[in-house]
């Protein structure tokens, strides 16, 4: 059942290009137009949306983190992400064109069920973001797109967080194409780029021993960071809760530009520090990571970068490179995530800790 792997969460990382192309599957129409079945809010009513509010909660809250920067940049329409227990105590501003944006794998999360209920009681439209057919979530919502996961038995959520960043993105997409804010061969042209994707991790999934390698060599840390920029902020977020909750020690992420801003007093002789680089491009994010990198470096961080494939101005300053597909910074988060989970796999594994079955963790979590 788990495929030859010693846990669900390891086989579940593996089976994520084949849970990525089935997200993708029956998306585009014969006329080239994307097309979300479950969608059930018609096209009139998107149109008129002026704000969108994304309520989560961990791993979902993340990948809601990621579609703010590809819904605002595609639609410009402004996007909020709010954590699901905070959601309805700060009395939000919710009106009749707010879409509120419900992320949940498993669609049972309490915490995002009161979320959506209030956002309705406001009269905001609900769209649900799933991966169970069924559940409760997308039952109390105006509208849905299923992710096509499958069941997933890790308690850390792997395939389940990279099947909602393509939901989001097909959603950014899909408000694109009905406001008008792409033309039809731009947004063609990311979808093409999302075909390519499953291929792409498989690039990044075969280079997992390098991982292993630097998870084993860290066994005895009691801390890990975790930069990022732009898109890959979220992401390293992403790694660090991963982390919290397989191995149990420290670990934190970062947007890089903060670094002088405190975070760097951290950094010490010998401590992991995951950093992952931005695509080289017109802006200066990739230059600025790499003087952050560098920054860390000479006060005794051990780094491992994660970096375009042509990148050569990483290698000096890593001590593991993992080589990351060329793709467009905002698409990025689905390729860079990949060897975060395969190091807490590994660094947990290696501390004797059970992957599947993390203490005081559930699922699903029904109490708010
Ligand atoms: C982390 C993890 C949790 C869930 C969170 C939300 O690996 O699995 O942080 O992401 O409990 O769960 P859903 O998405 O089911 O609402």
Redesign the pocket.
């Known amino acids: 059942e788990k495929d030859g792997h010693d846990w669900f969460m390891r086989k579940e990382i593996f089976e994520q290009p084949r849970a990525v192309a089935d997200s993708l599957l029956g998306r585009r129409a014969a006329d080239g137009r994307l097309q979300l079945d479950e969608m059930r809010l018609d096209d009139a009513e998107l149109r008129d949306i002026d704000k969108i509010i994304i309520i989560?909660?961990?791993?979902?809250y993340y990948a809601g983190m990621v579609a703010k920067y590809a819904i605002e940049h595609w639609t410009r329409i402004s996007v909020e992400v709010e954590l699901a227990s905070e959601f309805r105590y700060r009395d939000p501003i919710l009106t009749h064109s707010t879409l509120v944006v419900a992320?949940?794998?498993?669609?049972?999360?309490a915490d995002?069920l009161q979320a959506i209920r209030h956002a309705r009681m406001q009269r905001s439209k609900v769209l649900a973001i799933c991966n169970t057919n069924g559940s409760t979530i997308p039952r109390e919502s105006d509208g849905v797109i299923y992710t096509h996961a499958g069941p997933e038995i890790g308690?850390?959520?792997t395939k389940?967080y990279v099947t909602q960043l393509v939901a989001c993105y097909l959603l950014a997409l899909y408000l694109a194409q009905v406001k008008g804010t792409l033309f039809g061969d731009e947004i063609n042209n990311v979808m093409d780029q999302l075909d390519d994707m499953p291929g792409h991790l498989e690039t990044v999934l075969s280079q997992a021993e390098n991982v292993y390698d630097f998870a084993r060599a860290h066994v005895d840390t009691t801390s890990v960071l975790f930069l990022g920029r732009h898109a890959g902020y979220p992401v390293a977020l992403e790694g660090a809760?991963?982390l919290k909750?397989l191995a149990y020690i420290h670990a934190e992420g970062f947007a890089a530009g903060e670094l002088k801003h405190g975070p760097i007093a951290l950094i010490d002789e010998g401590l992991p520090v995951f950093c992952i680089v931005p695509p080289r491009g017109r802006d200066q994010l990739h230059d600025k990571m790499l003087s952050g990198i560098q920054e860390v470096r000479a006060r005794g961080a051990r780094t491992i970068c994660l970096a375009e494939v042509d990148d050569d101005t990483i290698e000096p300053y890593a001590d593991t490179l993992i080589r990351l597909p060329k793709v467009p910074v905002l698409l990025q988060p689905l390729v860079a995530v990949i060897p975060l989970q395969l190091f807490a796999c590994e660094l947990a594994t290696a501390m004797g800790n059970d992957v599947d079955q993390p203490r005081n963790l559930a699922k699903?979590?029904t109490v708010e």
């Open positions: 989560a909660a961990g791993t979902s992320i949940s794998q498993s669609g049972e999360t995002t308690v850390a959520s389940g809760l991963k909750e699903s979590v």
